[in-house]
Antibody
Framework: QVQLQESGPGLVKPSQTLSLTCTVSGVSITNGDYYWSWIRQHPGKGLEWIGFIYYTDTTHYNPSLKSRVSISLDASRNHFFLNLSSVTAADTAVYYC????????????WGQGTLVTVSS | EIVLTQSPGTLSLSPGERATLSCRASQSVASSFLAWYQQKPGQAPSLLLYGTSRRAAGIPDRFSGSGSGTDFTLTISRLEPEDFAVYFCQQYGSSPLFSFGPGTKVEIK
């Protein structure tokens, strides 16, 4: 059974880098049928796609975040990662990792989400 | 940049009633790349429909989708108590590569 689980600090100081890990089980992240995404949701708001990575290390990012975001993967550990630099209070959100179908790009499996608060 | 608009913002209905949710795009979206998600409080979104009308695994047939171009619809034929939630549409293909609508909340009347 496919499962994704986010982990990382729940509190990050302004101007620092937010770093999260997504641990994937039940499927290899080197499976070429899928992309691996990060999506966030501000409190009480809608969903914002951050970016995704393919097992070849190809990445695509939301242009609104591109200058601050980096997604990478560790195939040996079946993990992928999110780094978001120079955070502000506006980056406070629930962060989800998700599996994205490689052909029609829907997200069929999601992590439970992790709340990251940016505050001093 | 493609923008998805969902209406209504909130839909107040009773169990057993029919729900019709709209998702409108500022530019044409390929039908293959339009999906719908359901989100309940405190939970991650879960996939309902993809390719406009294809139900995800385990989704009951009271959920259906239709539309093309810039106008898409999610219909719940008879609301069950567990269907009261927020519904998001999502498109793939235009900058940003993925975007979501703001959501429609279906609440108990």
């Amino acid at each position: 059974q496919v499962q994704l689980q986010e982990s990382g600090p729940g509190l990050v100081k302004p101007s620092q880098t937010l770093s999260l890990t997504c641990t994937v089980s039940g499927v290899s992240i080197t499976n070429g049928d899928y992309y691996w995404s990060w999506i966030r949701q501000h409190p009480g708001k809608g969903l914002e796609w951050i970016g995704f990575i393919y097992y070849t290390d190809t990445t695509h990012y939301n242009p609104s975040l591109k200058s601050r975001v980096s997604i990478s993967l560790d195939a040996s550990r079946n993990h992928f990662f999110l780094n978001l630099s120079s955070v502000t209070a506006a980056d406070t959100a629930v962060y989800y990792c998700a599996r994205q179908d490689g052909f029609t790009f829907y997200s069929d499996f999601w992590g439970q989400g992790t709340l990251v608060t940016v505050s001093s | 940049e493609i923008v998805l608009t969902q209406s209504p913002g909130t839909l107040s209905l009773s169990p057993g009633e029919r729900a019709t949710l709209s998702c409108r795009a500022s530019q044409s979206v390929a039908s293959s790349f339009l999906a719908w998600y359901q989100q309940k409080p405190g939970q991650a979104p879960s996939l309902l429909l993809y390719g406009t009308s294809r139900r995800a695994a385990g989704i009951p047939d009271r959920f259906s989708g239709s539309g093309s171009g810039t106008d898409f619809t999610l219909t719940i034929s008879r609301l069950e108590p567990e269907d009261f939630a927020v519904y998001f549409c999502q498109q793939y293909g235009s900058s940003p590569l993925f975007s979501f609508g703001p959501g429609t909340k279906v609440e108990i009347k």
